[in-house]
């Protein structure tokens, strides 16, 4: 247990020196929302993947398997899919795109070159469905990590999300995409080797 409360916090720590790292990076606007558009495509994709299948991938998925069984593998075509769309199909013209209008978010792109009341309307619209949509996300993954934690170290539910999410929006308020990149590149290696060690472990377990 004590190896364990240890590992997390030098892990909460890195994440911190990561923010601190990455608000010595940024300057204005684009080092902030963007990484200076230069993350290069290690940190870029493996930080996309990262987020992308995160909590869910690791807690939902596998328990999704241990109910339905072999079934649940129709999951990976999907994401495979949507991953192939976005990096294949949709992100090198939306770069060149958002190069060209200098846009910031994909909100402003969308608006970009419309009358006054249309962006207006787009911006709030593409508000309403961000915030909604990111907002039950992120609220499944403080739920994710905090049961993690509560049954791990046999904390508080309430006090492992309030510890776990006041960490994430430090590194995040203080590094912006630089510090949200960077630790999620951290975080898919170690999602990636658990995901290889933790079932090899289990077959040599049952046999």
């Given at each position: ?11 909460k ?31 870029a ?42 990096w ?9 795109l ?23 309307l ?76 933790v ?5 040599i377990?049952?046999?």
């Open positions: 247990m004590k190896s364990l409360i240890v590992t997390l916090v030098i892990y720590i890195v994440l911190l020196s990561i923010g601190y790292w990455a608000s010595r990076r940024s300057h204005d606007g684009a080092d902030f929302y963007l990484g200076g558009r230069g993350l290069g495509p290690w940190v994709s493996i930080s996309s993947a990262a987020s992308s299948s995160s909590a869910w991938t690791l807690l939902g998925v596998s328990g999704v398997a241990f109910t339905y069984g072999m079934s649940a593998i129709y999951i990976f075509p999907a994401c495979l899919a949507g991953f192939a769309l976005n294949y199909v949709l992100a090198r013209p939306m770069r060149k958002s190069l060209e209008q200098g846009s910031v978010t994909l909100t402003a792109l969308l608006a970009d070159g419309a009358t006054p009341k249309i962006a207006r787009i911006t709030i619209s593409a508000s309403i469905v961000i915030l909604l949509s990111l907002g039950v996300y992120v609220a499944s993954q403080f739920q994710a990590a905090g049961k993690t934690f509560a049954e791990t170290l046999d904390m508080n539910f309430k006090h492992a999300v309030i510890i776990g999410g006041g960490v994430v929006f430090l590194y995040t308020l203080s590094g912006g995409f630089w510090a949200a990149s960077v630790s999620d590149l951290i975080q898919g290696l170690v999602m990636a080797l658990a995901a290889i060690i079932p090899l472990f289990a077959l377990e049952v046999g």
